[in-house]
């Protein structure tokens, strides 16, 4: 009668075996330390906000609706670059010296930029905590109309 060998150990029952080893690639970056929630160095996001700023020009958190459908809708941080008879507004995601970031323009007549940045300073001031909280208590101890009171 055979008796079966035993591994010396689990490690040669869990070893991949050859064939289905991925080969090593050369080139490939290495992964970078993650440091913040969203895994990069927080002085490597102020310099990218620099460059952004300087190249795609001021940046704003802006409640979109239909404006500009390629960008999107809600609030978006856009970058918008105010000429003499144009603003151009650009959505940028990513790494600034990439190539391969995603880049999404869209451009404006000045007078209506000037219309979406009054509509958002309005939208801004109209949704200040401090603003809603004192609306609410008024609305809380308001006195009730005279022909809605039980006698």
């Known amino acids: 009668m055979k008796t079966k060998t035993v591994p010396k150990t689990t490690w040669d029952l869990l070893a991949i075996p050859a ?26 996001h102020i310099e990218w906000d620099r460059i952004k ?4 020009g001021t940046r704003y958190d802006i409640v979109l609706n239909d404006e500009a459908p390629r960008i999107g809708s809600g609030l978006r941080t856009v970058y918008v670059k105010e000429g003499r008879k144009w603003a151009v507004m650009t959505s940028r995601e990513g790494d600034p010296e990439d190539k391969e970031s995603r880049v999404i ?3 404006f007549p000045l007078k209506v930029w000037h219309l979406m940045k009054a509509s958002h300073e309005r939208y801004l001031k109209r949704n200040d905590p401090v603003e ?6 008024r609305r809380r101890y308001r006195k009730p109309h005279k022909e809605n009171q039980d006698v």
């Open 105 to 107: 323009k869209k451009r």
């Open 53 to 56: 700023q300087k190249k795609l």
């Open 19 to 44: 064939f289905l080893r991925r080969k090593k690639r050369r080139g490939r970056p290495p992964k970078l330390e993650p440091t913040l929630s969203n895994g990069l160095d927080p002085d490597k």
């Open 132 to 137: 809603v909280a004192k609306r609410r208590s």
